[in-house]
């Protein structure tokens, strides 16, 4: 166990719709990270944040945000949902922003139809 | 594209043997981590080797890292079936403190 949770698990919704995913750090984390993870695209990295603050920024749609909130989870706000969205969706965390080992949740399986 | 690669794809050996895994990589890196992902779950971090290192050890993984060929390998000695996995490798770019993952070696260890 990371110490790293996420929720839901699992997630089936349809085309157009939106749908936000929750992550909790591991406790004293103040950095977490969003991943993509598909079959063609491989692990493609999304967002990071540090500390409330947006700190890096990769592969992540225009329709796709993220926050961290002042207790430190982060929600992943993912909108007008499409087929090839369907993947799974890590959050890591690490203790600061930089050359840090990442640990990473459980995932959540988002499949949409 | 993918700043690290890992070779082979697939790997597939009896419990016992040695298994070796390859990764490369295009530009100059602060360190190289390697996870293991048991399917559908989440990444396990095993080991980062920062760029001055050349070789690091932890219980059966053994790391090497040579950056003029930039390339790195894992070697795991006398696997077990719960070593049945993917493996990734994960680079920092020089001027970025984001790990960029290869598509990842899935190792099979029959027993």
């Known amino acids: 166990d990371s110490g790293v949770t996420q929720t839901p698990k699992h997630l089936i919704t349809a085309t157009g719709q939106r749908v936000t995913l929750r992550c909790s750090p591991r406790?004293?984390?103040?950095?977490v990270y969003w991943y993509q993870q598909s079959l063609d695209q491989g692990l493609q990295f999304l967002i990071q944040y540090y500390n409330g603050e947006e700190r890096a920024k990769g592969n992540i749609l225009e329709r796709f945000s993220a926050q961290q909130f002042p207790d430190l989870h982060s929600e992943l706000n993912l909108s007008s949902l499409e087929l090839g969205d369907s993947a799974l969706y890590f959050c890591?965390?690490?203790?600061?922003?930089?050359?840090?080992?990442?640990?990473f949740g459980p995932g959540t399986r988002l499949l949409v139809l | 594209s993918q700043q690290g690669e890992e070779d082979p794809q697939a790997l597939s050996i009896q419990e016992g043997e040695n298994a070796t895994m390859n990764c490369s990589y295009k530009t100059s890196i602060n360190n190289l981590q390697w996870y293991r992902q048991n399917s559908g779950r989440g990444l396990v971090h095993l080991i980062l080797i920062r760029s001055n290192e050349r070789e690091k050890h932890s219980g059966r993984l053994r790391v090497t890292l040579d950056t003029s060929k930039k390339s790195s390998s894992l070697l795991i000695t006398a696997s077990r079936a719960a070593d049945t996995a993917s493996y990734f490798c994960?680079?920092?770019?020089?001027?970025?403190?984001?790990?960029?993952f290869g598509r990842g070696t899935s190792l099979i260890v029959h027993p």
């Open positions: 406790s004293g984390d103040l950095s």
């Open positions: 890591a965390s690490s203790e600061g922003g930089r050359k840090e080992t990442q640990y």
């Open positions: 994960a680079t920092d770019r020089g001027g970025s403190y984001i790990p960029t």
